[in-house]
Nanobody, 127 residues
Framework: VQLQASGGGLVQAGGSLGLSCVAS???????TAWFRQAPGKEREFVAA????????NYAASVQGRFTISRDNAKNAVHLQMNSLKPEDTAVYYC??????????????????????WGQGTLVTVSS
């Protein structure tokens, strides 16, 4: 499966951005997550959604500000980011786990859990 992330850009603190991850190559009814990596820092978990959208999970740092959703008819997963902060500045990656259909996304927060990765999209939040 190939993942294409888009939607990054420059936004002022307090603003909003929406990211999208579109899959090709197979049906996208799999657990999908967003990670991010800021300059000089390790990649970190942001949010995840299970195969049918019934279960989501968020990092504490984005809880209440970010919303992950999916549209399986369009092979897409979205990340709506509101109330953005300068510390949200990072390259955002979408990732998918295709091995476990009913992956428990409430515990699947490690990057090693996901086999397929998009190319990343840069989000810059200015203060």
């Amino acid at each position: 499966v190939q993942l294409q992330a888009s939607g990054g850009g420059l936004v002022q603190a307090g603003g909003s951005l929406g990211l999208s991850c579109v899959a090709s190559g197979r049906t996208f009814t799999v657990a999908t997550a967003w990670f991010r990596q800021a300059p000089g820092k390790e990649r970190e978990f942001v949010a995840a959604i299970n195969w049918n959208g019934a279960t989501t999970n968020y990092a504490a740092s984005v809880q209440g500000r970010f919303t992950i959703s999916r549209d399986n008819a369009k092979n897409a997963v979205h990340l709506q980011m509101n109330s953005l902060k300068p510390e949200d500045t990072a390259v955002y990656y979408c990732a998918a786990n295709v091995d476990i259909t009913a992956l428990d996304v409430t515990t699947a927060t490690g990057a090693e859990t996901y086999q397929y990765w998009g190319q990343g999209t840069l989000v810059t939040v200015s203060s």
